[in-house]
């Protein structure tokens, strides 16, 4: 059984995989409206989410199969105090496949350890988000075709950002590809993503406050919010929170085939404006979603 926790435990030859059947899906929808008859989806969302959440129900209605689930811990037992281990047990007897999200690094690890079913890490606290990966990844594909040979900017909160760590993680094992992380000081992309990631796979980057500094060698610009609900203290939020606002202005100084892409929410850090550029990806992105969490889904089912 396999569960996903990790982006690198997909093999590149995997997630080439998934991303081929996640375009035959676009393609061709009707061939797979009846492939999870009689399976169920269990989401388990310990955190807000709209996308996450609801592409993954989409997912599995498109598919023919059923959703249960929570949207809040305050609506589930974690509330009267059980664990995540203990609700797993419960639900992985209930459900043929699990979606959880939760404010805890590593919770759906050890979900994952207790379950009798394949667990998806679908987002946890500050640390990883693999399938806003695939998404970010499916995106890529169609829009520009490879992920060898590109330049990519990540823009915002590299520090809690786990769609970046997640991202960067598993851009690091394709040819040529360089990296350049725009950040305020204080929120810098982690050590240990550099370190014992990115260097070891010989990957080029950069660090820098300034986002105009590449804006024309960019592929692509991967901006983010400031994940305001990771602070400590509200102060430094608010002083942090604008750091960056893309514009209408920076975008026409990035290439014409670039790409903008966030994972989403927006708060303030790409003007309304810039979503009439065509360089403005992250509609087309949230929409991917749904497809690659399909591809997915049948997988860790292991349906042909
Ligand atoms: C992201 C997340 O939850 O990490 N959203 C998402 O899943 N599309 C990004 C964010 O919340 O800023």
Redesign the pocket.
Known sequence: MRHLIDILELSVEEIDELVAVANDIIANPEKYQEKCRHKKLATLFFEP?T??RLSFEAAMYELGGNVLGFSEAQSSSSAKGESVADTIKVVSSYADIIAMRHPKEGAPMVASMKSDVPVINA?DGGHN?PT?TLTDLLTINREIGHFDNITIGFCGDLKFG??VHSLASALSRYENVKMIFISPEELRIPEHILKETLEPAGIEYVETTDLMQYMGELDVLYM??V?KERFFNEADYIRLKDSYILDLEKVHCMKEDACVLH???RVNEIAIEVDEDPRAKYFIQAKCGKYIRMALILKLLEIK
Do not use: A, E, F, V
């Open positions: 989410s996308r996450t987002g988000h806003q786990r769609t983010t919010r994940q994972p989403l929410p």
